[in-house]
């Protein structure tokens, strides 16, 4: 079959994601055999070579688990020990302590800002989880209910806060200032942040009902309780090692001269697979042996808190393998023909191209990065004042519109033991309020500068 082209592959691709919706939410088939299916059925009709489809399926679904397989697994280790040594009690008590029991919803927002500053959402949301299904219990409420504010500051973080990768990629492409694109982020993030998360949450959260067991959640709460817990410095001391080592690989071209063997160092334990790994060995001490766990205590939590991953690892690699045909075939490149033959003005280009991207791929980093590579030289071109708000803008277009093709929508939906249909309620109208509230503040904020 020879290429389709324009009008007939978005078309195809319009086709494709519904037939997803629809044979997952209505018709209840397995979610990663359906992927499969649609993403080969995609790459046929869109005339790319038969002998082709599979390796570029498989090259999508190896890329994204090289990375979030290993994310996942070291993750899922230390929050468990977090959970077996009573570090996550002890967190979820002091947050409750300080906040209140009734504003625990609160305290998840903050936290997730916090330690989702240089984390990519996977790493920061398995880190995060255990903490709130321990104050969900504690509290008495739906895990939605703490579990949505904190997935909303994370995600606001990811799509608008240096120095987050993500957005430190979109400040290089558009030559923004780090400092001011902090403070606007901030600005903007802050009042996103608590529309999207706990406003959206009291809202939303008493009229989802999900199943009273979640397999997922009995190992982080289904253990003996302990007399003595660890104390709060140490376990957040523990949880924030990634994220200090992160950012100082973040910083490491500042901190030190580029290609200096203390520069690669600084990279080294910053990329967050090793970051993870020294938390991972730091939780074996600290939440582990400290606590009076034995070596066979601290193998048996590690063993047995990985089988409930692995129906999340192949769906979020199967999306990957999605995102890889959506390019493969030329999708994303009509996508970024069809915007740029409208003329309109940087913010509003940059913030459209990248919800295309996003909801074409399914990867806010992917839609970022892509966006404003294309952007940015039209920007200049112009000369726009604010490159700063260049970056909110294309950050705000990254996050709209999660569905299934976003491995997020499934670590959500599988966490939080939802059905598609109630995690498109929940998840995907809260990234969508922060995508659009995001956007309209930055835009007010271009009025005022």
Not at 121 to 148: C, K
Not at 196 to 222: M, S, T
Not at 311 to 327: E, K
């Amino acid at each position: 079959m020879p290429p389709s082209t324009g009008l007939s592959l978005l078309v195809y691709a319009a086709i494709a994601i519904i037939a997803l919706i629809v044979l997952i939410a209505r018709f209840r088939l397995n979610p990663f055999v359906v992927i499969t299916l649609v993403s080969v059925g995609l790459a046929l009709v869109a005339g790319m070579p038969a002998t082709s489809v599979v390796a570029s399926y498989e090259g999508g679904v190896g890329k994204t688990l090289g990375h979030i397989a290993l994310v996942v697994a070291l993750g899922t280790m230390l929050g468990k020990m977090m959970a077996e040594s009573g570090g996550a009690e002890q967190v979820a008590r002091t947050l409750i302590d300080r906040f209140g029991e009734r504003n625990a919803h609160w305290a998840m927002v903050c936290i997730a800002f916090l330690v989702g500053l240089p984390l990519f959402f996977e790493v920061g949301f398995v880190l995060l989880v255990p903490i709130a299904f321990t104050v969900a219990r504690r509290v008495g409420v739906s895990i939605l209910m703490v579990g949505l504010p904190m997935v909303a500051g994370l995600s606001v973080v990811h799509a608008l806060v240096p120095p987050h990768p993500a957005a430190m990629l979109a400040v290089q492409a558009y030559q923004a200032s780090v400092g001011q694109t902090l403070f606007y982020a901030i600005l903007i993030g802050i009042p996103t942040a608590i529309i999207a998360g706990p406003v959206y949450a009291r809202f939303i959260a008493p009229r989802i009902h999900l199943p009273d067991e979640n397999p997922l959640a009995k190992q982080f709460l289904e253990r003996e309780p302990r007399k003595q817990l660890p104390g709060f410095a140490i376990t957040m001391t523990t949880i924030l090692l990634p994220v200090l080592l992160m950012l100082l690989g973040g910083w490491a071209n500042l901190l030190a001269t580029p290609g200096s063997a203390f520069n690669s160092f600084l990279l080294f334990i910053g990329n967050s697979v090793i970051a993870l790994l020294l938390a991972t060995l730091l939780s074996f001490w600290t939440l582990g042996i400290a606590q009076g766990f034995n070596r066979d205590s601290i193998l048996k939590f590690t063993q047995e808190c990985l089988a409930p991953t692995a129906s999340i690892t192949l769906l979020v690699g199967a999306g990957g393998g999605l995102n890889r045909i959506l390019v493969d075939s030329g999708v994303t490149n009509e996508i970024v023909s069809l915007a740029q033959d409208f003329h309109l003005s940087p913010l509003l280009m940059g913030w459209l191209f990248a919800a295309l991207m996003r909801v074409a791929t399914g990867s806010a980093t992917v839609a970022m990065t892509t966006a404003s590579g294309i952007v940015a030289p039209v920007a200049m071109g112009l000369g726009y004042p604010h490159p700063e708000l260049l970056v909110l803008a294309t950050g705000a277009g990254s996050v709209i519109f999660s569905h299934v093709n976003d491995g997020g929508f499934w670590l959500i939906k599988e966490y939080f033991n939802m059905t598609v249909a109630q995690t498109f309620k929940t998840w995907t109208v809260l990234e969508t309020l922060i995508s659009v509230i995001a956007f309209v503040l930055t835009l007010g904020l271009a009025q005022v500068l």
